[in-house]
């Protein structure tokens, strides 16, 4: 079955985090380590779901109470410390910045950096990410290894996703209308964020979990970048498993 790609969308925006770069297989082996070094009974993936589950509410607290943008690095941080404390897991501060190393070292998602490269001419594309400045610069240029056509951090609006001043200050700097552009996530908070806000947007479900009970839902869901491209490019539309979760009819 093949469909006409979404009209008068130019510039796509990808969230960075979880979904072009994999965090829970870059970041497990250390978690691991780390772990097995202090005799946690707490097993890896265990761990990192918590931290994980954390750091959203880190990013969220640091929105809504509008002191001052902390930054990602600190926002996972902050949660990091709050996971090991949950779990009573002995640590020193220098022992816990020592380990938020392992953020400079993330890798993407293979099927993310082919997807990239075959979208790559037919669309304006752009990082749109929570990530520091100078941390998206690295992971773009030495992780990536993608020349996306703009980075634009959250900072340039002070607050994390799903914030809707991030999604109109993407626009503003890309001196685009909002309908021109389209939001590509892994996470169902970012394509509701974007779509309340104008955009067009592609949920690339690679975790197989629901949408958020919002009217603001996807325009397409696809489980990989692969089907991503097969359908802005040729208008092929995706086959997704029975297992992924659907929205009421």
Do not use: F, K, R
């Given at each position: 079955m093949s469909i006409k790609?979404?009209?008068g969308v130019n510039t796509l925006t990808f969230d960075l985090f979880g979904t072009v770069l994999d965090l829970a297989g870059s970041l497990t082996p250390h978690i691991e380590e780390f772990l097995a070094q202090r005799e946690s009974p707490i097993d890896a993936a265990g761990f990192w779901a918590q931290w994980r589950l954390r750091q959203r509410v880190?990013?969220?607290?640091?929105?809504?109470?509008?002191?001052?943008?902390?930054?990602?690095l600190t926002a996972c941080k902050y949660a990091f410390l709050y996971t090991l404390r949950a779990n009573n897991i002995a640590f020193t501060r220098e022992e816990a910045d020592e380990f938020m190393r392992v953020w400079q070292q993330l890798s993407p998602f293979e099927d993310a950096v082919n997807g990239l490269n075959r979208l790559k001419g037919h669309y304006r594309l752009v990082g749109l990410s929570n990530g520091e400045p100078w941390y998206l610069d690295h992971l773009a240029n030495n992780r990536i290894k993608f020349d996306f056509d703009a980075v634009i951090s959250v900072e340039e609006a002070g607050a994390f996703k799903p914030h809707p001043g991030v999604y109109r200050k993407a626009?503003?700097?890309?001196?685009?209308?909002?309908g021109e552009l389209m939001m590509v996530a892994s996470h169902s908070f970012d394509i509701m964020g974007a779509r309340a806000c104008g955009y067009r947007a592609a949920y690339v479900n690679r975790y197989g979990?629901?949408?958020e009970e919002t009217p603001h839902q996807p325009d397409i869901v696809t489980v990989d970048f692969g089907q991503l491209a097969d359908y802005l490019i040729d208008g092929i539309a995706p086959t997704l498993p029975d297992t992924l979760p659907y929205k009421e009819e």
């Open positions: 790609p979404i009209d880190e990013q969220y607290q640091d929105t809504i109470l509008m002191l001052g943008h902390s930054g990602y626009a503003q700097i890309l001196n685009a209308e909002v979990l629901p949408m």
